[in-house]
């Protein structure tokens, strides 16, 4: 057998009903796939029928690396988690990213990826170890919070093991749980946690010791040290707000503080840790980083037990953060609720509008609303564990549903984010909010995973004029830049809003694709795809270097046009799932927009409904999707080499009434 370098060759799969571990080959699906992402999406299309529930023992749990994954590639220590998430609002097959090294470790175990199928009849942990695995008996892990199963696992495996788990809110199929690694990082949307514990699945812990075989390693080297290390924005449009929003370390009261980062980076998030926290299950946590409790919004006096206490139990902090506490708070004001288990929720003193006038809340409180989503303890404990937009369908007489507009994308189940109007983020201005909403209405999920970063937190602050932004490239420099990256130069220009419409849905798709790129080799968006760079003459960054790595690191030669393309047959792998499995159509995608019609929180722009929807058609001509359906059709199918998902998706709609069997071309 030829010598595979970068992929391990080798997928783990794990039947739970049988008890059983195998093996199958990774090469089937590369390099056309590429990894991560992209192969679980190849899978599910194949495996993954229509009508399974996310808490069904059918559903597959994917947990994902790519060929960079382990390497000295910017970025790399990453992980994609898919299968049917029960967070979004119906259940679709979706995706979430983790950061941290367990990704790394499961490479150097002899893996490129986990497949999870069926349902155990007890508690089981999953053991991996350079190239065997094994379940084993979790019954005394169940119960435990993520801190202390991690402790348990690294105490009988060695404190080199990796591991992730599922907290008490995961054993309880909360539709909020993340699967959370170690202290530092989680698969936070979605409700993967809850996938794990509907399987009995508590834990995998991992421990690696045969690295990537690298096939051009002078090369590879030499790319990875000479990456940009402009980070996610120019430096000199840095400021101290802008930077203090990542590495701002208040709240912690007296608490030691460190700064962290995920391995494998040039450009740390620099997430600050507070150490030596006390656990759910009396363990003392060495380190508890920022990103995994989301923040804990905007309460400067919550302390460092409340902070660890959500991802302890295994909890998505963001959306208890940015979207729970403020729908909490807008009930109140509406005399829907008034106290949560004997304890005030604080309201601003006018009507809560945007994220950032959230009123401030104690520890108590966080304890309190944590503990019983974890437990489902009472009515509200166990509505709130399934997530705000469910919770809202189950209390106080559905009153509270419209007061979700504000903060969800009715979809999706998730806050909105980087979209310009509800908050968590930072500021993207008017008309640049345009491709990220075009995202929101095509995505699964909140697209900021992947593909918004992208445009938000990097391409705008080059752009010669974002509000009241001037970006370090001159007009003619970024004209240049976009017509080569985007084919349109007028990409760039602030005075074009919303026609020609290509000038915002060519970056949606561009980025979208990107997206998958970066989730399938796998890398951190915030580090790819680069456009612009102030340290380069022309003003345009190398968008040639995850190709160049791929090559260089799998002995492939992979050129730029060939990974765009991959990109694309997984962005479109994926919308099939969605259609068939799903329903998905263009009255879905259109159905989005409703969660953008206020005035946007940075520049007050009202979105204009009608003369958005044809952003949206020209976002499917530009795909090659059916403009009245959204679906893709057969000559882009064919085009990118999946004819049997043509034919899928044909058969499909032989059976559909109404629009969804038209013609696609």
Not at 2 to 21: E, H, M, P, S
Not at 316 to 333: A, H, T
Not at 371 to 392: F, P, V
Request: proline residues 6%; contains cysteine.
């Amino acid at each position: 057998m030829a010598d595979i370098y970068g992929w391990t060759g080798k997928i783990l799969r794990v039947d739970l009903d049988a008890g059983v571990t195998s093996t199958m080959s990774t090469m089937e699906y590369v390099p056309e796939f590429v990894g991560g992402a992209g192969i679980a999406a190849r899978i599910a299309w194949q495996e993954l029928a229509p009508g399974v529930g996310a808490f069904d023992a059918e559903n597959l749990l994917f947990i994902m690396a790519g060929p960079l994954t382990g390497t000295l590639a910017s970025g790399a220590g990453r992980v994609e988690v898919l299968g049917i998430a029960p967070q979004q609002h119906p259940p679709v097959f979706s995706r979430s990213g983790m950061g941290g090294h367990w990704g790394a470790e499961l490479k150097y175990a002899g893996y490129d990826g986990v497949i999870i199928v069926g349902a155990a009849a007890q508690p089981v942990y999953l053991w991996i170890d350079d190239e065997r695995a094994e379940l084993r008996d979790a019954g005394e892990l169940w119960g435990r919070g993520t801190y202390g199963t991690t402790t348990a696992l690294r105490a009988l495996h060695g404190p080199r093991t990796r591991v992730i788990s599922c907290g008490q809110a995961g054993e309880r199929l909360s539709r909020i749980a993340v699967i959370q690694t170690e202290t530092g990082n989680a698969a936070g949307q979605g409700g993967f946690g809850g996938v794990m514990g509907s399987k009995n699945l508590k834990a995998i812990a991992v421990r690696g010791t045969m690295g990537v075989q690298i096939a051009r390693p002078r090369a590879f080297f030499d790319l990875c040290m000479h990456a940009s290390t402009e980070g996610q924005r120019p430096r000199r449009s840095r400021s101290r707000r802008a930077s203090g929003r990542r590495g701002g370390g208040r709240g912690h009261r007296g608490a030691t503080v460190r700064m962290r980062k995920c391995g494998f980076c040039l450009t740390p998030c620099a997430h600050p840790i507070v150490q030596n926290v006390q656990g759910t299950d009396g363990v003392s946590v060495p380190s508890v980083a920022r990103q995994c409790w989301g923040y804990v919004g905007t309460s400067p006096d919550v302390d460092a037990v409340a902070r660890a206490l959500t991802s302890d139990y295994g909890l998505n902090g963001w959306e208890i953060s940015f979207g729970m506490i403020p729908w909490l708070q807008m009930c109140k004001q509406h005399g829907l609720i008034d106290r949560v288990d004997g304890v005030d929720i604080p309201v601003p003193d006018a009507p809560l509008k945007y994220q950032r006038e959230t009123a401030p809340y104690s520890s108590e409180f966080i304890h309190t609303l944590v503990r019983m989503i974890a437990y489902r303890e009472g009515e509200l404990g166990d509505a709130l564990a399934e997530g705000t937009c469910y919770a809202a369908d189950r209390l106080f007489g559905g009153q509270g549903i419209p007061l979700l507009d504000r903060i969800y994308p009715r979809h999706c189940g998730q806050t909105e984010h980087w979209g310009g109007h509800w908050g968590p983020g930072g500021t993207v201005y008017w008309p640049w909010w345009l491709p990220p909403i075009l995202q929101w209405c095509v995505d699964t999920r909140d697209p900021a995973n992947d593909s918004t970063h992208q445009w938000t937190e990097h391409a705008q602050w080059y752009l010669p004029v974002s509000g009241p932004r001037r970006g370090l490239i001159p007009l003619e420099k970024a004209r240049a830049v976009c017509a080569r990256v985007y084919g349109n130069p007028d990409v760039c220009n602030p005075g074009i809003t919303y026609d020609p419409p290509e000038t915002k849905a060519l970056p949606a798709i561009w980025h979208s694709h990107r997206g998958m790129v970066v989730d399938s080799l796998v890398l951190c968006d915030y580090e790819n795809t680069r456009v612009f760079s102030a340290s380069i003459e022309d003003g345009g960054a190398d968008t040639a270097q995850m190709s160049k790595l791929l090559s260089a690191c799998t002995g492939y030669d992979v050129s730029e046009q060939e990974l765009d393309l991959a990109g694309e047959r997984i962005w479109n792998q994926l919308r099939a799932i969605d259609v068939r499995n799903h329903g998905r159509n263009r009255e879905i995608d259109e159905s989005t927009i409703d969660g953008f019609m206020y005035p946007a929180k940075d520049d007050g722009v009202m979105l204009d409904r009608e003369r958005f929807l044809p952003l949206l058609s020209k976002y499917y001509e530009l795909s090659g999707w059916d403009t009245a359906t959204g679906w893709p059709t057969r000559a882009k199918l064919e085009e990118l080499g999946m004819g049997d998902v043509a034919d899928g998706l044909e058969s499909l709609a032989e059976h559909s009434p109404g629009p969804a069997g038209t013609d696609r071309g």
